[in-house]
């Protein structure tokens, strides 16, 4: 089973080569599937402004590109690959609100098939999820669905959720 991690934004892996390397380093794919999953991670538009476009060097860990632009780049190459478990490390948290949606938006649709496990501090990209996992110093402290936790205001899922303001 392949599993792709999409990087946090402390360490989106990228490598030195052409942006079409960092997407299909083994020349699988069309050219038609790279433009397409591009369009799908919202980096369509910006690498058709790019001198080279895909074939745009990218410098060592694609420190050329933006935070966000680098984890766009990584949502790009899970999405070609069509991982069956995506492992999501503060997946957004370099984006803004708005970008964080779409991303979000296309995750849910894209990986819906998927095993997606998230770590995330941004707690409205998780209400829809089919479970929660709340660690508590690093030890398992409640394991349920969203709607349970939330029914339980003694919760911690709960508590972090009305302090983070997320639910009006």
């Not at 490598?15 to 369509?44: A, C, I, M, T």
């Not at 409640?142 to 939330?150: F, R």
Request: glycine share 2%; aromatic share 8%; proline share 2%.
């Amino acid at each position: 089973m392949a599993v792709t991690r999409f990087h946090s934004t402390q360490d989106p892996v990228l490598f030195s080569g052409s942006l079409r390397f960092n997407l299909d380093p083994l020349s699988q794919f069309s050219e038609e599937r790279l433009w397409q999953v591009l369009e799908q991670s919202y980096l369509k538009t910006f690498v058709m402004s790019l001198p080279q476009r895909l074939d745009y060097e990218l410098d060592e860990c694609g420190l050329n590109l933006s935070v966000g632009q680098r984890q766009l780049v990584c949502l790009a190459r899970a999405l070609l690959r069509k991982t069956r478990v995506l492992v999501l490390d503060e997946a957004t948290a370099a984006v803004d609100m708005e970008t964080d949606e779409l991303i979000q938006r296309t995750i849910r649709s894209a990986f819906k098939e998927c095993t997606v496990l998230t770590i995330a501090h941004r707690l409205h990209t998780v209400l829809d999820y089919d479970r929660i996992l709340v660690l508590d110093c690093g030890h398992l402290a409640e394991l349920d669905t969203p709607g349970n936790l939330l029914q339980n205001s003694n919760s911690l899922f709960y508590k972090m959720v009305q302090q983070a303001n997320v639910l009006s």
